[in-house]
């Protein structure tokens, strides 16, 4: 997406993202190890940790991932201990995702990352430039609708 962005004015944007990124990816590194859970599958167990019992395909239409890459997702949470899934009582067809006691513990500790993340790095940024630069994230999103997955809710 060029944004009508051109040069400097990418350059800096492009930046900023990777920038965030990184930074948010490194706090996170130390805990997510320690719980014995990998990047790859943070977002996975917040979405199932905000929607027990949800299934695999709606894991998948929210997270923009294909239907395998989430399974196998799914199975390696099994296989850590995070993550149950049980055949739907009204539906044997149907699997639904549940978070373990295990899963429940680090889902509180990394949903938690978020907040304190945003405080250590962004504790003295005065509240109303935060507002504006997430009210023009949310709008360039909004607007591109590249990203129809994403809305005012987090995972």
């Known amino acids: 997406i060029s944004l009508g962005l051109v040069g400097s004015e990418m350059c800096i944007r492009d930046s900023a993202v ?55 997702c799914v199975n390696r949470m099994i296989e850590g201990g995070f993550v149950r899934r049980d055949a739907s009582a009204l539906d044997r ?16 500790r990394c949903y938690n990352l978020f907040l304190q993340w945003d405080r250590e ?11 504006q630069a997430r009210l023009a994230l949310a709008a360039l999103l909004e607007e591109s609708g590249c990203f129809p997955q994403l809305s005012s809710e987090s995972p």
């Open 121 to 131: 790095r962004f504790g003295n940024v005065p509240e109303k430039t935060k507002t």
């Open 18 to 72: 990777t920038v965030l990124y990184r930074d948010f990816s490194d706090f996170c590194e130390s805990i997510l190890q320690e719980s014995g859970l990998s990047k790859g599958l943070l977002f996975f167990l917040l979405y199932i940790g905000k929607h027990p019992g949800c299934t695999h395909g709606e894991v998948s239409a929210y997270l923009g991932s294909d239907n395998g890459h989430t399974t196998r």
């Open 93 to 108: 067809r149907v699997r639904r995702l549940w978070l373990t006691p295990q899963g429940e513990k680090t889902f509180h």
